[in-house]
């Protein structure tokens, strides 16, 4: 009886080795702690209602409006404002640490510094954006010297996590298919990330393939709705469209309840709908590991406007990504079909007088 056991004690032992193999590249990915999105933010109400910030337009320091704590939520919420010590909340004043918060968050999107909620700044409040948190970023730098040399706006995620796989590298990537939405086919879906990818994959050294096995890609593609399980719940329409995860989770996850379209000039495109190739290229720049551009020409730029097409690189992509995986030998950077306004240094050397530099 005892020998007739061992046969089955041995296949069961193999199955269960086999599940424990494949867990890290998907059955467990959406669990694992090392794979949630590096915020943990104090979310409120925040979750499924947004707030309207116009209220305090015009308020700066020493102002007390009733609602300012969701404001501190909000910059708390994308890495501007620091928590608040356990057992305690935000409050309505707006003190100093909220004024050095504005500051931080007009210079990174690109607003001018001036402290208080100006419209600008609460425009830019106000409108839909990548869930990726803006701050603890820290910014590239080069080591090769060049003879234009460029103000970058570009943010590596902190930790610099790439993918670093066997050269040539080729990275897959799948859908889950239990996490579509109904409003677009499966192929129009899977033919916006196709380009998407393909974006990508023209400047830098690396390939990208779909696969039916989301078990076993690298980058996993889902819609979801609200609270989803990676402690950064969507907030339904309007507001947080869309976040993703760099290496080694490569989880990329859209918001089931906003409208997305991947052709404007037809009917089937609903008002306020987003781009869903222009999400999918920004998305895909976290998930190789690029943070947020204070550029707003840049791809990475963290707002996403509506019914926008926003799918050509800029300088400022290709420098950050290339600093990550190096350049694809193919691609010249003169090729790019609309450079974005960059300030830039123009260095001319000659033989005998140094250097002259042209602003």
């Not at 820290?138 to 930790?159: N, Q």
């Not at 950050?320 to 350049?327: A, F, R, T």
Request: charge should be positive; aromatic fraction near 10%; glycine fraction near 6%.
């Amino acid at each position: 009886m005892a020998s007739s056991r061992k046969p089955f004690r041995s296949s069961l032992l193999f199955f269960l080795l086999i599940i424990v193999l494949a867990c890290p590249y998907g059955l467990c990915a959406r669990n694992m702690p090392g794979n949630k999105l590096d915020v943990k933010p104090e979310t409120g109400n925040m979750a499924r209602q947004r707030f309207d910030f116009s209220k305090f337009t015009h308020a700066g320091l020493g102002s007390q409006i009733s609602g300012m704590s969701e404001l501190k939520r909000y910059l708390h919420r994308f890495g501007y404002l620091a928590p608040q010590p356990t057992g305690s909340n935000f409050n309505d004043d707006f003190d100093a640490g909220l004024k050095s918060a504005i500051v931080k968050y007009q210079k990174r999107l690109g607003l001018q510094a001036t402290g208080r909620v100006d419209p600008d700044t609460v425009a830019s409040f106000m409108s839909p954006r990548c869930g990726v948190r803006d701050m603890h970023h820290h910014e590239a730098s080069s080591p090769k010297t060049r003879l234009f040399h460029v103000t970058k706006h570009y943010k590596i995620t902190d930790g610099r996590p790439i993918w670093d796989l066997s050269k040539p590298m080729t990275l897959k990537y799948a859908f889950y298919p239990d996490a579509m939405i109904d409003s677009l086919s499966r192929e129009e879906i899977r033919a916006a990330f196709a380009q998407a990818f393909a974006k990508w994959a023209e400047v830098i050294p690396v390939k990208f393939e779909e696969t039916s096995d989301h078990l076993f890609a690298q980058v996993r593609i889902g819609f979801y709705k609200g609270d989803h399980g990676d402690e950064d719940p969507f907030d339904g329409p309007w507001r947080m469209l869309v976040h993703a995860f760099p290496y080694p989770s490569g989880e990329l996850h859209l918001d089931a309840e906003e409208n997305w379209a991947v052709n404007f000039k037809t009917n089937r495109a609903p008002l306020k709908a987003f781009d869903l190739e222009s999400v999918a290229i920004h998305e895909i720049g976290h998930v190789l590991g690029l943070g947020h551009s204070s550029l707003k020409e840049s791809i990475m730029y963290p707002i996403t406007p509506a019914a926008t097409k926003k799918v050509d690189l800029s300088i400022d992509d290709v420098e950050g990504i290339q600093s990550l995986y190096g350049p694809n030998p193919d691609f010249k950077l003169s090729s790019l079909a609309h450079a974005p306004r960059l300030t830039l240094r123009l260095v001319v050397y000659r033989a005998g007088s140094g250097c002259l530099h042209f602003s």
